[in-house]
């Protein structure tokens, strides 16, 4: 009998973790995919590999633990996002993105474009910039990193 409570216990713990690595909105989703804007938004955890989201406004949205591996976020707008700890940004372009006040805390920005990018004020606590591109990006203190021109 105790063996058996320890497993619904375990079984519990187990989809109520299951449930907060995935706690996006499937609304929010949908949104994002019709119309390519989504302020606010609850995105977290989510799955955007290789979505187009250019020009996509996603002002305030909560894309904590999202997965961007090669997503397209040209010029996408992303003041105040919460991207912390967003993983897979492989390949992502956020050429011309405007990532102010962005939360881009244990981010990997490994390799990604972030040529004419704006991070001014974003938090970039424990991110990883080995080998991003800087042309003309406008860093947390407001100066221009040309470094990679």
């Given at each position: 009998?105790?063996?058996?409570?320890?497993?619904?216990?375990?079984?519990?713990?187990?989809?109520?973790?299951?449930?907060?690595?995935?706690?996006?909105?499937?609304?929010?989703?949908?949104?994002?995919?019709?119309?390519?804007?989504c302020?606010?938004?609850?995105?977290?955890?989510?799955?955007?590999?290789?979505?187009?989201?250019?020009?996509?406004?996603?002002?305030?949205?909560?894309?904590?633990?999202?997965?961007?591996?090669?997503?397209?976020?040209?010029?996408?707008i992303?003041?105040?996002?919460?991207?912390?700890?967003?993983?897979?940004?492989?390949?992502?372009?956020?050429?011309?993105?405007?990532?102010?006040?962005?939360?881009?805390?244990?981010?990997?920005?490994?390799?990604?474009?972030?040529?004419?990018?704006?991070?001014?004020?974003?938090?970039?606590?424990?991110?990883?910039l080995?080998?991003?591109?800087?042309?003309?990006?406008?860093?947390?203190?407001?100066?221009?990193?040309?470094?990679?021109?």
């Amino acid at each position: 009998m105790k063996h058996l409570f320890s497993m619904s216990v375990l079984c519990l713990l187990l989809v109520g973790l299951s449930w907060e690595v995935g706690a996006f909105s499937e609304e929010d989703l949908k949104k994002l995919k019709a119309t390519g804007n989504c302020v606010q938004c609850d995105l977290s955890g989510a799955d955007l590999w290789s979505e187009d989201l250019s020009g996509a406004d996603l002002t305030q949205a909560n894309m904590a633990k999202v997965n961007l591996t090669k997503t397209n976020l040209t010029k996408a707008i992303l003041i105040r996002a919460d991207l912390t700890e967003a993983h897979h940004l492989y390949g992502a372009n956020l050429t011309g993105a405007d990532l102010t006040g962005a939360n881009l805390t244990k981010v990997s920005l490994k390799r990604v474009n972030l040529t004419d990018a704006n991070l001014t004020g974003a938090n970039l606590t424990d991110a990883n910039l080995i080998r991003a591109i800087f042309c003309g990006t406008t860093m947390q203190d407001g100066t221009i990193d040309d470094s990679g021109c």
